[in-house]
């Protein structure tokens, strides 16, 4: 044990300062507690969010798939020309993706650039070429679904109208959105 010249002990403060980084230490893990468990129910909250939209995006394709399977057996659809959605805002590009990068402002409007959102917002405000457009659920009204079909061959040499890309966009409570995309494909009958 140091002592000073007239007889103090100099690790005197020291159990103090040990102390105080002991309930600095406490603090920093409690505030970290807090903050794990009040943020918990958040994010299960948003994850059940997004859970209904995904499961309004797999309702459109579960009656698109019966629609389209119904007029294809019937004879009515023989190809997926004429349902092509190939226009955002009523500008073209929906279904052409940029080769080059920046150089035709159309292929600004290419699908896959733009959000759940924005489409199921265009597809309800400009209704041509579409299957559904945010059709409410039955069971649930707060949950609804828009469905359309895009070209998946723009730009080919032999476009194949048997074969297309069905999009589905489902959208939840406080504008949650989810997309589902399924290549489907008419087969003819022998």
Known sequence: M???????????????IIIILVMTFMLTV?????????TGPSVAGNMRLEEQAFNAAEAGFDTAWR????????GTLVS?????????NGQPGLDNPDPNPGTNPN??????????????????R??????????AM??????????????DDVGGVNPDHQDSLLVCIGKG??????????TIQIFQQQ
Do not use: C, H, M, W
Request: hydrophobic share 35%; aromatic share 14%; no cysteine.
């Open 138 to 151: 039955p069971n649930d009204p707060r949950l609804s679904y828009t469905v359309f079909v895009i070209n």
């Open 80 to 88: 997926f020309s004429a349902l092509y959605r190939t226009t955002y």
């Open 173 to 182: 409570p406080r504008n949650t959105y989810s997309r589902l995309e399924v």
């Open 126 to 135: 400009l209704t041509d070429n579409y299957i559904f457009a945010s059709q």
């Open 107 to 124: 292929y600004l409007n290419y699908f896959r650039r733009l959000t759940d959102q924005q489409l199921f917002d265009d597809v309800a």
């Open 30 to 38: 409690g505030v970290a507690l807090v903050t794990i468990t009040s």
């Open 2 to 16: 140091k002592t000073t010249t007239n007889g103090n002990r100099l690790d005197k403060g020291v159990s103090l």
């Open 67 to 74: 629609y389209l399977n119904d007029n294809i057996s019937n």
